[in-house]
């Protein structure tokens, strides 16, 4: 393997997401997050400006609390950190966990 | 169970006519039978059961409103109707005040759940002075039910 | 407060001190036994520390907790296709998710190690840590998370206590039960043959562990704030309910001190005991009707032992408790028939379930209230839970054609909570009529007045109550905003404070202006130096525990009704409680001395 790809391959994808859907990241959101992140081969950090969680952990993402609104820091290491960073991005705020927004917005 | 389950807007009686409790109890039966809830030929025999069980016991709550209800087979669900009146009618409240609003509840002889989830309702709400300050000011069968349906969103309001 | 005395040849090891600690005595006796320790989830936690060299074990504890814990409710999560509840999939999905986390478990592990401690006792602290920190979230759906993660605690500890679990309803040996506080859920399985006395870190005068152990007949003392951390499960300790004193590890010495002045106090026991014949009248011929508060069936023979005319309170909170499931008609009608047969024609006064701020109500099935004492507890409850209101109501009106039964509705603040229950206790007799089962059709309602609302409209009240009971516990909670149970107010909690004497009065009087009978049934009823007010303010009848229906004769016999009125119209000119406290326990002491 040459050198160059090895670097390619540690370097991570990182992305910032919003919480779109009216009841937040609360148990069954965390799980649809946390059971999608797992399928990737990278490690995924899940930050929510004060504390750090594992985005493979049902407990770290479920103690991030996120509110509607929230903003998460997502970052990926790994071979597949791309793909994942672009899974999670769909399901938070474009699939918004299969969940309604808020009431009067869009 | 929300009030839009089983009141019956189109039965509203925002101005009831009848100036004694019997006769304000057949209004409400009456406007129940106009908006199809109930069969015309059980008219008579259901107001006369209110009229009866409210004899024995009054429904009223206190502070201007009263309650009457019955258990009869000739509906399948709890159906309501809500009249008002402005010069209030003597329900023998044992607060001795008059009543001002009345609900009455027509519920299905075997589902005893359904006539219980509707009580409850009417008791949460009833219990608030605001909604019943609300209540006496409507003066329009659309007034009451935007006040009910306000209700029905606002469950801790 | 504590104080350390040096161990001198107790032979109890060399790491036992007897060590004496002060509380508020709460409950008269003396007991000298072994303890059990109770913790607030009704497990035992057994005791914490553990070797070094037991680690890898607890570990595995942990390791097979989760797998069984996991294999439990997989099988629950597919049962669950065929009953279709989609959600309640969902809530087992996200719980074994949960289980299935390896940092949750590591967490747990990784304390069994860095602590030496037990694998419950990780299980339970890593997850309560997890709970609190969902509380905490403004989010009321996120917060209400909190239920699941101490179902998923309750989960574990199930598989790792299994058999091992104190259930306080299977002891086969007589303890001292000490807990940081004693909800109903946990004494309702209290057994007086094997419970020989109480002791809580928390607590007040009228907090639900007093009020048990006087019921049971048992000493306790409250207020002790950190007895549960220096007393270990097995320890002998001395219960001294006179004096509030608890005493772990006692010397050879202080222990037989003690028996001796447990005999002593047995003789008072038994002289008082000996006026149980005796008319509860005054000196100048003032009758004074004695009835017991009670709890379970079990407690109304100790009722009629004691010379109880009938009971003026029968709490019905413990059919609920201790139980997963709501208690059917049928155990409803049970407890009461059983109840009512051994009085026959004494009145027997059935109070409707008074759940709330306790584990019932606030259990997962509802979002927690913020501030349960004064959210949707007691009557209020009852009425947006009509099914089980009904359920109560129609076994109370069945026992009713088997005696003197009268029923009474708990915390009603306003005429209308009133009219509403009235209206579905007439609901239920007409369903009874519709099925020809017999009830006493003129069953007489009252109300425990409680609240200072319903004291200050008692008037109004009174015209729709055929009696009052006044709830002294909670009117004096609510008027002095205090909560009982909290050790660190607990001392400002007192029925001797002008405004709840004030009160108390106006009920009295509205209750005779309306001619309906009126009863005391809070603890104030209980104690011997309120027995001269209440007197003098009126009352005719007092609701109190068994056991000191006859100190209570014994005072009522001693006195005149003139003097009470002479007292009282000297209370009632006085500002402060410690004036008036003074005043009242000085008075008695002069006519019951060794009561005290």
């Known amino acids: 393997m040459q050198a160059g790809e090895e670097t390619l391959e540690r370097l991570g994808a990182e992305i910032t997401v919003e919480i779109k859907n009216a009841d937040g990241l609360h148990m069954r959101p965390a799980m649809l997050f946390v059971d999608l992140a797992s399928q990737f081969d990278c490690d995924i950090v899940v930050s929510n400006g004060q504390t750090d969680g594992d985005g493979k952990s049902i407990m770290a993402m479920s103690m991030l609390a996120a509110t509607y609104g929230t903003r998460l820091k997502i970052t990926a290491e790994g071979p597949e950190a791309e793909k994942a960073i672009a899974a999670l991005r769909e399901l938070v705020e474009v699939r918004m966990f299969d969940e309604p927004p808020p009431e009067g917005k869009r | ?157 | 407060m504590s104080r350390r005395l040096k161990a001198r040849g107790n032979g109890l090891g060399q790491d036992s001190e007897m060590e004496i600690k002060k509380g508020i005595a709460v409950s008269p006796g003396v007991s000298i036994g072994k303890c059990l320790i109770i913790d607030s989830e009704d497990y035992r936690i057994p005791r914490r520390e553990i070797e070094s060299s037991q680690r890898m074990v607890e570990v595995q504890r942990v390791r097979n907790a989760f797998r069984d814990a996991i294999g439990d409710l997989t099988e629950l999560e597919s049962d669950q296709d065929q009953t279709g509840g989609g959600r309640i999939k969902d809530i087992f999905a996200v719980h074994l998710r949960f289980l299935r986390d390896r940092s949750l478990r590591r967490r747990i592990t990784d304390l069994v190690y860095s602590d030496s401690v037990t694998a419950e006792y990780a299980v339970s602290t890593v997850l309560r840590q997890i709970a609190s920190h969902f509380a905490n979230v403004k989010d009321t759906y996120i917060s209400e998370r909190a239920a699941d993660i101490y179902d998923i605690e309750r989960r574990l500890l199930k598989q790792l206590l299994g058999h091992k679990r104190e259930d306080v309803g299977r002891l086969r040996e007589e303890v001292v039960v000490v807990a940081r506080e004693l909800s109903p859920t946990q004494t309702a399985g209290f057994n007086k043959a094997f419970v020989k006395g109480i002791a809580s870190d928390a607590g007040g005068r009228t907090s639900h562990a007093a009020i048990v152990a006087r019921s049971l007949g048992i000493p306790a003392v409250v207020a002790l704030e950190d007895l549960t951390e220096i007393v270990h499960g097995g320890d002998t300790v001395i219960i001294d309910g006179n004096r509030g004193l608890v005493i772990v590890d006692p010397t050879e010495e202080t222990i037989s001190q003690y028996e001796v002045y447990s005999q002593e106090f047995v003789a008072l026991e038994h002289k008082l005991d000996g006026i149980r014949e005796k008319p509860a009248v005054t000196r100048d011929g003032a009758t004074v009707m004695l009835l017991g508060n009670i709890e379970f069936p079990d407690e109304a023979e100790a009722v009629l032992q004691k010379g109880g005319d009938g009971v003026g309170l029968y709490r019905t909170e413990f059919l609920y408790l201790n139980r997963p499931t709501e208690p059917s008609e049928e155990e409803h009608y049970r407890a009461y028939a059983q109840t009512v047969r051994v009085f026959r024609e004494r009145p027997v006064v059935i109070r409707t379930v008074d759940l709330g701020a306790d584990k019932y109500t606030q259990s997962k099935r509802f979002a927690p209230e913020p501030n349960p004492f004064l959210g949707l507890r007691s009557i209020r409850f009852c009425l947006q839970n009509l099914t089980m209101f009904k359920t109560q109501l129609r076994a109370i009106l069945r026992a009713s054609v088997l005696g003197q039964v009268k029923v009474m509705f708990p915390l009603i603040t306003n005429i209308q909570e009133l009219m509403q229950a009235k209206m579905i206790l007439h609901d239920v007799m007409e369903d009874l009529d519709e099925e020809s089962i017999e009830y006493n059709r003129d069953i007489d309602v009252g109300i425990m007045v409680e609240t200072p609302s319903a004291a200050l409209t008692a008037s109004t009240l009174a015209r729709d109550a055929d009696f009052f009971s006044i709830g002294t516990n909670d009117l004096t909670q609510y008027t002095l905003a205090v909560d009982r149970g909290n050790e660190l107010v607990s001392t400002l909690y007192s029925p001797a404070d002008p405004a709840v004497l004030r009160l108390v009065r106006t009920v009295i009087q509205d209750a005779y202006k309306a001619q309906i009978d009126l009863s005391v049934c809070g603890e104030m009823a209980s104690e011997p130096e309120f027995v001269m007010i209440l007197l003098g303010l009126g009352v005719r009848t007092l609701s109190l525990s068994a056991p000191m229906i006859p100190e209570i004769k014994q005072v009522i016999r001693s006195v005149t009704l003139e003097d009470c009125n002479v007292l009282t119209r000297k209370v009632l000119g006085m500002n402060s409680e410690r004036q008036i406290s003074n005043y009242l326990r000085n008075a008695v002491r002069k006519i019951l001395p060794e009561a005290f």
Not at chain 2, 50 to 60: D, M, N, W, Y
Not at chain 2, 83 to 105: C, P, R
């Open chain 2, 1 to 157: 169970m929300k009030f839009e389950d089983f009141v019956c807007y189109e039965a509203t009686v925002p101005e009831l006519q009848g100036t004694d409790r019997d006769s304000a109890i057949r209004e409400l039966v009456s406007a129940l039978v106009d908006a199809g809830q109930l069969p015309s030929d059980s008219a008579d025999e259901i107001a006369t059961a209110v009229i009866k069980r409210e004899s024995e016991a009054s429904t009223g709550m206190g502070k201007g409103v009263a309650v009457p209800h019955v258990k009869h087979s000739v509906v399948a669900d709890v159906v309501a109707v809500i009249g008002q009146t402005a010069a209030g009618i003597d329900f023998s409240a044992l607060d001795e005040q008059l009543v001002y609003s009345v609900i009455l509840l027509i519920s299905p002889i075997d589902s005893p759940d359904r006539h219980l989830r509707a009580m409850e309702n009417v008791f949460k709400h009833l219990q608030k002075e605001k909604f019943r300050k609300f209540l006496r000011q409507c003066q329009s069968p659309e007034a009451f039910e935007d006040l009910l349906k306000e209700a029905d969103e606002n469950p801790s309001w």
